[in-house]
């Protein structure tokens, strides 16, 4: 009886299969080959570059209908890992590999003494989203942001907002600080902003892990939003892209207030220098937080890695292809208009192609 | 001669039964199949085993957050895998006997199967969308009922104010695990309600009894391994259930009983779904350590289960 | 004068008891006082209408009131009798509104995109709004299936050698294990299949049949317990008269015991596979996630329903709506190929199960 029943389960899934096989109507193959290329390419890391992978991946994919790239996001740090281990192709991370984890190589997909080129294609502005009714934008001053993500200012109409949001009617309401519950990069970077940029207010230092044990907490960027929208005096950060109708904040820079959008974003990157003692094609960047310009300072600059000399040459080819799609004109707006990314600059651009020549 | 020997047929009798060939391959399969799966939980606790041992003998300070030791790190996750969990289930539990005998016992029968039905589609709801519900349902929804909670009840310690600002404590994600659990202990104990004999349930009614006093006489000690079995069961997914705490807790690592504030335990297994993206070197072993240390406590509230069901076999059918 | 007092005809059956109407009578009743009471309060303090509230004010009305009249007229085991139905009944009602409203919510967020296209096409080379979940569906299928078939005979066979075999300490650890099994996290098992997997692959493996082992072994032990659960409440008698007629042991499992319970042993798989179709977090692990089909188990990485809702809902693009869409209309799909499992699973138990007079 058992066998009629797993025969009958089996039946049903293989006619469901058989159904479906002769379906996936997008993925028919175009008559003619546009591009030579053909292969596999595997990618893993930063959930963060997720959105921007997907975009990228679709019009790579169009170009090249013989290669298939898949990225998973599994996050910076099991993405770093992974390249390491060689089940990759390329990582993408939130933070560039370190001098330590350089030095010590063994990058299983490189050819041996292989060094690794690390680009920062992806800067994405981190908003602070806040939901209060009928308000779209509040000026904040670091000292403000880091007073209320580290609980010592706990009402909306505290007079160090006020003073800051003249003829902005504030309610007398709690704040409910929401932070990610999961170890990420978006929270390395906000956590990073708010130890530079008002050190003597946040005592901590830069970590993926919240360092309070107070606040309200939730998974992921959609759960930081989730929360946000739902709850009542709530204030969060999560990836601009994904701020939708919620109030956002305008940084204080200076005397000037810099609201998010991708050209500040840009900006903060260019003012950073680049991290000394790494070769011409590692451009790990050396984030500067507090610029002196208006530029918008909570940013994310995500890396993308690959060798410098692959095993594999025909590897070394496919990868070679998208990272020059990724840098491109087209690849910038492309993510920019997909995923709410900051195009990469021009002077950033000459480096980043010199640093993909050097791929082989 | 052709005639059998004598010796043979004395002897045939007085032995063992002849061995049939089916019988022999039926109960060799079953052999087979239970010993593979000794086999199984063999190589997942060497697994588990193994990669914990890294954990236990590392230096503390290479943990995230670094915390003073190992069970500085473990024992606030353990506290909230236990707190919310018993929690679901002191919610589910009299539900769950309540819906298998409303179904078994009191719905037209009909109607029953129908209801029956739309409860065991309900085990297949992923718990991604139990997450979902849960952040864009349940939270809003009870929120001014904890806001009335910590007004009037705020001198209670589970009540405790300041309230949260979104409802996503751990008693919403307590709601969403006993709500996800119901239909699995729903299912076994209305299977198991159903099959009281018939007889126990008409002699109970013909010596003029009431029908709740012939569910507590004949239904209730029929089906109390059943019960106790689901309610198990249950458990066992609240306990190890991953997506939809991680996704409705607020979750900030600390140990309380209160019930209504944004400051909440987290659970072992949401602490492995949001930290393991991330994790690298001896903290994969960490979390792993952690993993071991959620089955070591299934294991311990399984074997009590087992001895209580143990005690009252006497009802089972087969024995 | 004396002739015409004639007492009242009483029928001694129905003396002392309720009529069959008084009940919904009284909870009529109940219900219309408590909506009263909260409009009310309502239009005192201004405050909206809560429904929830009137429902819940009214069934305290009628519990109390029941029990009350119950007390007087059929005395107090009736009472208790009508008090636990009201519970029971209460207990259903208030256990059905949480699943009723996820049910509900997601039929009205899955229809938005519960299209031709959706089941015709892939995710491969789709940004924003269009694509669908072709290729997460054959994926669940295909893992889901060579799960069970994995599963669902060991687990069987062990159930059968718990109840109908086993004795002394084997069987005692065999009991004792699947306990423990049945709380692996599902997290863990997605682990350890894929550190199994690791050692003949390589660390980047990711194939949809160390999915299905993940799977499997979550399912097996869910499958015992039920099955065992079942095979035990088959009367001892019917298992002694099979012998008594000189059946063999091996045809009396097969043709007595368990058709008898076929309908529980059913209902045990479905929740079974029920249990393990939507897990999200082992599939994420060892079958990774992709946009496009993939037929094979035994190479690259294959998409499954579950996972497709959790990256459809975790990797918003710009165009929220569009994803958010995709991952409702998932989730519908789910709890519909579950349901058509269902339905298959308890026609083949029926086609099996013995008539029983009940």
């Known amino acids: 009886m058992n066998i009629t029943r797993v025969g009958s389960f089996a039946a049903i899934s293989v006619a469901a299969a058989l159904v479906l096989s002769a379906c996936a109507t997008n993925e028919t193959p175009a008559e003619e080959a546009p591009s030579a290329l053909a292969g596999t390419l595997v990618g893993a890391g930063s959930s963060a570059v997720g959105a921007a992978q997907e975009v990228w991946i679709a019009e790579f994919q169009t170009a090249n209908p013989e290669v298939t790239v898949t990225y998973d996001p599994t996050g910076s740090g099991a993405g770093r890992e992974t390249f390491l281990g060689g089940g990759s192709d390329f990582a993408g991370t939130d933070r560039a590999f370190n001098d330590e984890e350089v030095a010590a190589g063994g990058f299983a997909s490189c050819a041996e003494g292989s060094g690794i080129v690390q680009l920062p294609l992806y800067i994405s502005p981190i908003a602070v989203i806040f939901n209060l009714e009928g308000i779209d934008e509040l000026n904040m001053s670091a000292d403000v942001i880091a007073g209320i993500f580290a609980e010592t200012i706990t009402n909306w109409n505290d007079p160090a907002i006020a003073a800051l949001n003249e003829g902005v009617e504030l309610p007398d309401l709690a704040i409910t600080p929401v932070h990610r519950s999961d170890d990420s990069g978006t929270t390395d970077n906000f956590t990073d902003y708010l130890a530079q940029a008002a050190p003597s207010v946040w005592t901590y230092e830069a970590d993926g892990v919240w360092p309070l044990e107070s606040g309200e907490a939730a998974q992921g960027t959609s759960g930081v939003v989730d929360a946000v929208t739902n709850g009542t005096g709530t204030i969060g950060y999560a990836d601009a892209s994904r701020a939708g109708d919620l109030g956002t904040v305008a940084v204080q820079i200076g005397d000037e207030f810099v609201p998010f959008s991708p050209e500040a974003a840009a900006a903060v990157v260019d003012a950073s220098p680049f991290i000394e003692g790494r070769p011409d094609f590692d451009l790990s960047i050396e984030l500067d937080r507090t610029p002196d310009s208006a530029a918008y300072p909570i940013v994310l600059v995500a890396y993308l890695v690959g060798c410098e000399t692959y095993l594999d040459s025909a590897q070394a080819e496919l990868v070679k292809a998208y990272f020059t799609y990724m840098a491109s004109e087209a690849g910038q707006a492309a993510s920019a208009a997909g995923a709410g990314s900051a195009p990469i600059s021009a002077t950033l651009f000459e480096r980043v192609t010199a640093a993909i020549d050097v791929i082989s | 001669m052709t005639a059998t020997d004598p010796k043979v047929r004395t002897v045939a009798p007085q032995g063992k039964p002849k061995q049939r060939l089916g019988d022999i391959v039926f109960s060799r399969t079953s052999l087979i199949s239970g010993s593979a799966i000794l086999a199984i939980l063999a190589a997942v606790a060497i697994f588990l085993v193994g990669q914990s041992v890294p954990a236990f003998v590392a230096d503390p300070e290479e943990f995230i957050g670094s915390p003073a030791s190992f069970w500085d790190y473990v024992w606030p996750l353990v506290f909230g895998t236990l707190w919310s969990a018993s929690l679901a289930l002191l919610m589910a539990l009299p539900l769950a006997v309540g819906i298998a005998l409303f179904i078994s016992h009191y719905a037209p029968r009909r109607l029953a199967q129908l209801l029956g039905y739309i409860v065991d589609l309900l085990a297949a709801v992923p718990s991604v969308v139990f997450g979902l519900w849960g952040i864009g349902v349940l939270a809003p929804a009870v929120l001014p009922a904890y806001t009335w909670l910590t007004e009037n009840l705020g001198w209670i310690p589970l009540f405790a104010p300041p309230v949260s600002g979104t409802g996503r404590t751990i008693l919403t994600a307590s709601i969403v695990l006993g709500v996800m659990i119901l239909p699995v202990m729903t299912a076994i104990c209305r299977e198991i309600f159903i099959q009281t004999p018939v007889l126990h349930e008409e002699a109970a009614l013909a010596l003029g009894a009431t029908r709740w006093e012939m569910i507590t006489m004949a239904v209730l000690p029929f089906g109390r391994p059943g019960i106790i079995s689901g309610a198990m069961l249950g458990l066992g997914r609240a306990l190890g259930e991953t997506m939809a705490v991680a996704m409705v807790l607020s979750a900030t690592g600390i140990i309380t009983i209160n019930l209504v504030s944004s400051a909440n335990p987290s659970t072992i297994a949401a602490n492995i779904a949001l930290s393991f993206p991330e994790a690298y070197g001896v903290n994969v072993n960490l979390l792993i350590a952690t993993g071991l240390i959620l089955f070591l406590i299934t294991l311990v509230v399984n074997s009590i289960a087992r001895y209580i069901v143990n005690r009252r076999k006497d009802f089972s059918g087969a024995n | ?358």
């Open chain 3, 1 to 358: 004068m004396t002739a015409t007092m004639q007492p009242a005809i009483t029928n001694s059956l129905t003396q002392g008891q309720l009529h069959a109407r008084t009940p919904w009578v009284t909870l009529g009743l109940g219900l219309t006082a408590a909506a009263g009471i909260v409009a009310l309060i309502t239009s005192a303090t201004g405050s909206e209408f809560s429904l929830v509230g009137a429902i819940a004010l009214g069934a305290l009305f009628y519990l109390v009131a029941i029990v009350v009249i119950s007390r007087l007229v059929e005395g107090q085991r009736k009472a208790t009798d009508r008090f636990v139905t009201a519970l029971v009944s209460g207990a259903f009602l208030i256990a059905m509104a949480p699943l009723v409203s996820l049910l509900f919510t997601v039929v009205v967020n899955g229809s938005a995109r519960f299209d031709v296209e959706f089941f015709s096409s892939s995710m491969r080379n789709v940004v924003g709004e269009g694509g669908g979940a072709a290729h997460a569906i054959v994926g669940t299928l295909l893992m889901t299936g060579t799960a069970a078939i994995i599963s669902i005979p060991i687990g069987l066979f062990t159930a059968i050698y718990l109840v109908e075999y086993g004795r002394g300490p084997l069987a005692r650890a065999i009991t004792f294990f699947v306990d423990v099994m049945t709380g692996i996290p599902s997290i863990v098992a997605g682990l350890f299949a894929f550190a199994l997997f690791a050692i003949f692959f390589g660390p980047g493996v990711r194939m949809g049949f160390a999915g299905a082992i993940a799977l499997a072994v979550l399912m097996i032990p869910v499958v015992v317990r039920s099955c065992e659960e079942m095979l035990r409440v088959v009367p001892n008698e019917l298992r002694e008269a099979s012998f008594a007629l000189g059946v063999p042991k091996w045809l009396t499992i097969l043709n007595v015991v368990l058709p008898t319970s076929a309908a529980g042993i059913a209902t045990g798989i479905m929740l079974a596979i029920a249990r393990v179709i939507g897990e999200t977090a082992p599939l994420l692990i060892v079958a990774g996630f992709t946009a496009s089909m993939n037929y094979n188990l035994f190479a690259d990485r294959m998409q499954s329903l579950p996972v497709f809702v959790f990256t459809s809902y975790a990797n918003q693009g710009v165009d929220t709506q569009a994803y958010l869409d995709r991952a409702w209309a998932g989730a519908l799909t789910l709890i519909l190929i579950v349901m058509v499992l269902n339905l298959a699973a308890r026609l083949i138990a029926r086609a099996f199960a013995p008539k029983l007079g009940r």
